[in-house]
């Protein structure tokens, strides 16, 4: 099993950039799929990134395309969404995922609590 936490998140400025960062605990999450999902208040989840489990196939949301980057580091348990050029629409509570490598919701197993990413104008 995979527990995962999220942090990073915080108040920043229309333009302005964050990293988020997903710790996993257990040893076995370097044989899943990493996914970066989002939910604003009275929306409906969102995908956001995600990356195989080698790191060598990612995707993302047009909404974010050229702007986020996601990245893991195996050994570290650790994964990551590198945001730049952030825009108000871009405020949300962001969850990482463990799972199949997807752009859906229900082809994860395992979720963060999230972490609030509030962008003002």
């Known amino acids: 099993q995979v527990q995962l936490l999220e942090s990073g998140g915080g108040l920043v400025q229309a333009g302005a950039s964050l990293r988020l960062s997903c710790a996993a605990s257990?040893?076995?999450?370097?044989?899943?799929?990493v996914g970066w999902f989002r939910q604003a208040p009275g929306k409906e989840r969102e995908f956001v990134a995600a990356i195989m489990w080698k790191g060598s196939a990612t995707q993302y949301a047009d909404s974010v395309k050229g702007r986020f980057t996601i990245s893991r580091d195996n050994a570290k348990n650790a994964a990551y969404l590198q945001m730049n050029s952030l825009k108000p629409e871009d405020s949300a509570v962001y969850y990482c995922?463990?799972?199949?490598?997807?752009?859906?919701?229900?082809?994860?197993?395992?979720w963060g609590p999230g972490t609030q990413v509030t962008v003002s104008s």
């Open positions: 995922a463990a799972g199949s490598y997807s752009d859906e919701t229900d082809q994860y197993y395992y």
């Open positions: 257990g040893r076995t999450f370097s044989d899943y799929a």
